[in-house]
């Protein structure tokens, strides 16, 4: 079935480090493909997304690129701010089963001064 | 502008006992679901709705019903709480996802304890 796998957790950097956050997918057909971001105490917000291959998806200086032969949506920003501290969730939704999107089980980053 | 609503934002049951936590949208949305989010498990969808009047299992239905009376309000039921519905449940509502504007909405969260 269609599913989402990420990097485990915590991802753990200096502010101004650069972030590389690992997702890769299984899906029929040609997803949708989103990153959500979890601040602590908060519900989950939509960070960018990429609906497909070869779009990238920009926001708040992170960035993804959908890359189909790799079946992969890597989260990447240049440099981190403590602020960026968060739980990383990517997400899919197919063409074959577009009631719902399917997450991956988060990756969390903690950014110190 | 609201967006997703839910309430309570924090509830303490015992075992056994029954409750209703309650969602609601302000954005016309069709799409709604409900989630529980525990340590280590990531989200995981208990029921959801693509409109008024309709509802579907997720992945993990058992011990909780739901219903979609009105369409921006979505409700979750507890019949009788157990200890493993300790968890936070966040509610979403969504467009339809051919849509170019598609993505989740979420609320922020009611946070349950069952003794």
């Known amino acids: 079935g269609d599913s989402v796998t990420q990097m485990e957790g915590p991802v753990t950097l200096s502010e101004e480090a650069f972030l590389t956050i690992n997702c890769t997918y299984t899906a029929t057909g040609y997803p949708s493909l989103f990153w959500y971001v979890q601040y602590p105490g908060e519900g989950l917000q939509l960070l960018l997304k990429?609906?497909?291959?070869?779009d990238k998806g920009s926001n708040k200086g992170f960035e993804a690129t959908y890359r189909k032969e790799t079946t992969s949506f890597h989260l990447e920003k240049g440099s981190v701010q403590v602020s960026d501290s968060a739980v990383y969730f990517c997400a899919l939704v197919t063409p074959y089963n577009t009631d719902k999107l399917i997450f991956g089980t988060g990756t969390r980053l903690q950014v110190f001064p | 502008n609201a967006g997703v609503t839910q309430t309570p934002k924090f509830r303490v049951l015992k075992t056994g006992q029954s409750m209703t936590l309650l969602c609601a949208q302000d954005?016309?949305?069709?799409?709604m679901y409900w989630y529980r989010q525990d340590p280590g498990m990531g989200l995981r969808l208990i029921h959801y709705s693509v409109g008024e009047g309709t509802t579907a299992k997720g992945e993990v239905p058992d011990g909780y019903n739901v219903s979609r009376l009105k369409k921006q309000n979505f409700l979750l039921g507890l019949e009788s709480a157990a200890p493993s519905q300790t968890s936070v449940y966040f509610c979403?509502?969504?467009?339809?996802?051919?849509?170019?504007?598609?993505?989740?909405?979420f609320g922020s969260g009611t946070r349950l304890t069952v003794v």
């Open positions: 990429a609906t497909k291959a070869d």
């Open positions: 954005m016309n949305h069709e799409y």
């Open positions: 979403a509502s969504s467009r339809p996802p051919t849509g170019p504007n598609y993505g989740y909405t």
